[in-house]
């Protein structure tokens, strides 16, 4: 995905563009118009609660996990296909102030969200490179105990405690696969600080004065730095950090299941041992969990290892095995998702400002 910083970075998104008007938006607008009704900002808001209400409540086996982050795409492309819809149907409108000044805004938080894509597209491959070398312990752990001294003699700290050895690791084994479609002094937390700046709930003659799309515009806002947020804590980027500072708003109809989504991770950002995670996904967990349960095990014993050690041992890199499975099936449908949602608010984007410019034609 390129950068919204164009710091000369490959583009393998390129091909984003699409006839202006014809994005995925279309087949909403076509169905929301059935009967000759119309998007409205009721529906779309009633809309948004029930999307986000069924992943709010998921099962703590599934929370966090890489398809659960799956479902959260799909709502968040369900909430912009139908806000496309509604500011397709108000086009004309957008040229009247505040609204001009709103859709601005909006777009420009768009832009900066590119970035934050391009980040959470890396952190993915992270993932796939940790699955890669895990897969290579996995077998190792099928064989006999003389090659597990050597594998976790040099094992990946970026599982292992936390030291000099793994700021080390991780500052220069795969620096490139991380940061290279943003600069090396670029934070995700900053970032997402940044699209959460004056995000504020529109006031009353806003909202009258654009026939309520100050409050289409703030939802969709807040649910796109809200998704945001939650691929930075749940996937590692560079300079990740849950406490952004942002307040849930109240008395609007999505409002619970994004107040018991924040309290949901929250609670899990706050577990001793998810402190210094590298992210919340369930499946960093796990490995993260299994790994150290392994390393432990195997520097506190001598070789050849007690059998009550080695089955142990074989036990962890059975649960380890099924995660790097899980990963392997889980991540490229996670990652052509990703790339799906970038394209989606980048026409969005481009359609918007088109928009904007054909506001007076017939």
Not at 6 to 18: K, Y
Not at 107 to 121: E, H, S
Not at 153 to 179: A, E, I, P, Q, V
Request: with cysteine.
């Amino acid at each position: 995905m390129p950068s919204s910083n164009n710091h000369g970075s490959p583009m393998p998104f390129a091909s984003f563009r699409r006839p202006i008007l014809a994005v995925g938006s279309d087949q909403v607008h076509s169905e929301m118009n059935h009967d000759s009704s119309t998007p409205n900002l009721d529906t779309f808001q009633r809309q948004v609660f029930t999307w986000f209400h069924d992943i709010s409540v998921v099962d703590a086996d599934e929370f966090l996990s890489i398809s659960w982050i799956c479902k959260l795409l799909a709502s968040f492309t369900s909430c912009h296909d139908h806000f496309q819809a509604i500011l397709l149907n108000n086009r004309r409108q957008l040229l009247n102030p505040p609204a001009d000044r709103l859709a601005t805004e909006f777009f420009d938080r768009v832009i900066k969200a590119l970035d934050i894509f391009n980040a959470t597209r890396d952190g993915i491959e992270k993932i796939r490179i940790w699955q890669k070398h895990l897969e290579i312990i996995v077998c190792a752990l099928d064989t006999r105990q003389r090659i597990l001294g050597s594998i976790f003699s040099n094992r990946n700290r970026s599982f292992g405690r936390k030291g000099k050895d793994s700021h080390h690791h991780r500052s220069s084994g795969h620096s490139r696969s991380l940061s290279w479609s943003v600069p090396h002094n670029w934070s995700a937390s900053k970032q997402l600080q940044l699209i959460t700046n004056n995000l504020i709930p529109p006031r009353g003659n806003e909202i009258e004065t654009t026939d309520g799309l100050a409050t289409l515009f703030f939802a969709m806002s807040f649910i796109l730095m809200f998704v945001l947020w939650i691929l930075v804590v749940a996937i590692p980027c560079q300079d990740r950090g849950v406490q952004i500072h942002f307040t849930i708003p109240r008395n609007f109809p999505w409002s619970t299941p994004f107040s018991l989504l924040h309290s949901r991770i929250m609670d899990e950002s706050k577990k001793r041992d998810r402190r210094n995670s590298n992210g919340l996904l369930k499946e960093i967990y796990q490995i993260e969990k299994n790994v150290h349960q392994i390393t432990t095990l195997v520097d506190s014993a001598q070789f050849p290892l007690p059998e009550e050690v080695k089955e142990e041992v074989t036990a962890n890199g059975n649960d380890l095995s099924l995660v790097c499975e899980a990963c392997k099936r889980e991540l490229e449908p996670l990652q052509r998702q990703l790339r799906d949602v970038f394209r989606k608010i980048m026409n969005g984007h481009t359609e918007g400002l088109e928009a904007l410019g054909m506001a007076t034609e017939p």
